[in-house]
Every structure is written in structure tokens, then in C-alpha cells.
């Protein structure tokens, strides 16, 4: 429901989390294949991203 949602509009309260973001740590130990994988997503790295299988096309 909106009332509970608290990602500052970040996550559509209709769709729910898409997507868990990365650990803080990944982005340390595994920089860059985390930063492509971030590419790859199209957006921004939080639970309001689509993953791959979930996009329109």
C-alpha cells in the first residue's frame, strides 16, 4: 500500500521491490563487475529497477 511504502517514491507501490540492490561490500571487492552489471540494468541500483526478465519490451 502507499501508507507503507518508505522509499521516498523510489519503489512503485503498485509493483512492489523489483530487484534487491548490490551490497555496499560488491561494489569494494568486485568493482568492476559490479559497474557492469549496474550498466546492464538500465537504471538505478535500488528495488525499484526492473531485473532483465521483468522489462517491457
Partial sequence: ???GNK????VN???GARRMPYPQD???SN???V?????S???S???GTDVWWAKSK
Wanted: charged content about 20%; cysteine-free.
Fill in 41 to 43: 540494468l538500465e537504471g
Fill in 13 to 15: 507501490s503498485l509493483k
Fill in 31 to 33: 568493482k568492476h563487475n
Fill in 45 to 47: 541500483d535500488n528495488m
Fill in 1 to 3: 500500500s502507499p501508507n
Fill in 26 to 28: 560488491e561494489y569494494i
Fill in 7 to 10: 522509499s521516498n517514491g523510489i
Fill in 35 to 39: 559497474e557492469n552489471a549496474v550498466i
